[in-house]
């Protein structure tokens, strides 16, 4: 059996190796030894490397900052797996310094909460989380936390790199239907201001441009949810539910943005493929309007 001190390294090669989601931790078991075993120096290169798979400049948004320590402590509390050890080493983690510093965090965090055997646990997942606000806006919050990421978003926003980034990340697929009730709650909150919005289409553009087919299936499937036409075992009909809830939600700021302001959307000559979003959303209301009238009269 290995230490936290040889598990470690480990984990920072691992995470900078760009696991694809739900490749397993690697354990704790002996590992094939490396020269590359300065911990500090592993975490500024998770640093690069996860601004590198973002295509961000470096500095990253300009910020010289370095990575710092923090994520060698998340490290420390994923090798730990779980207990309350773990939980006293995540204590010691301060809010992130720098963008380096966030880009650690997040390239670390995100392949653990996404991977597969020998995954950590939900108590320290949602730890993890608390301590890593970019993945929390990339994919939903830790309960509690929106506030922080929310910031952050308007961080990112004001930066033209920042901005690229964040479009692409909140318009690819996601991963449950919390992070798509997360991501159109984000995009309702920038529907007001003409610059904002903007965002928000540039978000709807890049999800059907590149990621079209997923949305339109998970469209498809909400609407079936939605008129009955499904029939399965309860878990599945479970989770057909959530995310048509979700689907139908997430089209709901462009239906509103179509209604009020139809001359922007024609001005975006690339925003194409989403009439069957928008039946989908209005659909929805429609059912909500009847439930709400049947229980009225029910009174």
């Not at 090798?79 to 965090?105: F, I, Y």
């Not at 943005?257 to 929805?284: C, D, I, K």
């Amino acid at each position: 059996m290995t230490t936290v001190t040889d598990t470690v390294p480990r984990l920072l090669r691992w995470a900078a190796s760009e696991p694809e989601t739900g490749a397993p931790l690697p354990g704790r078991t002996a590992g094939p030894t490396s020269p590359e075993q300065d911990p500090a120096l592993l975490v500024e290169r998770l640093a690069a490397v996860t601004a590198a798979r973002m295509r961000l400049s470096d500095p990253p948004l300009g910020d010289p900052g370095p990575a710092g320590l923090p994520t060698l402590l998340l490290a420390a509390a994923v090798a730990l797996r779980e207990g309350s050890l773990a939980e006293r080493t995540l204590d010691s983690v301060s809010a992130p310094g720098s963008a380096r510093d966030l880009l650690a965090r997040h390239g670390l965090v995100h392949p653990v909460l996404t991977a597969g055997s020998r995954s950590v646990g939900t108590s320290l997942g949602t730890a993890l989380l608390r301590h890593s606000p970019l993945t929390g806006l990339f994919d939903a919050p830790a309960p509690g936390d929106d506030e922080p990421c929310r910031q952050l978003l308007d961080r990112l926003l004001d930066h033209p790199e920042g901005r690229r980034t964040v479009t692409a990340a909140l318009s690819a697929p996601p991963r449950t239907p919390d992070a798509m009730l997360w991501r159109s709650g984000l995009l309702s909150r920038y529907r007001f201001d003409p610059a904002e919005r903007q965002w928000v289409y540039d978000v709807y553009e890049t999800a059907l441009l590149h990621h079209g087919p997923y949305y339109m299936r998970r469209t498809r499937e909400a609407v079936a949810v939605l008129t009955g036409e499904t029939s399965g075992a309860p878990d599945t009909d479970r989770a057909a539910a959530a995310w048509a809830d979700a689907t139908s939600d997430w089209w709901r700021p462009l239906d509103v943005l179509v209604t009020r302001f139809p001359a922007e959307l024609r001005a975006r000559r690339m925003l194409r493929g989403h009439e069957g979003g928008l039946r989908l959303s209005r659909l929805r209301a429609r059912a909500e309007a009847l439930r709400e009238l049947r229980a009225v009269t029910a009174r």
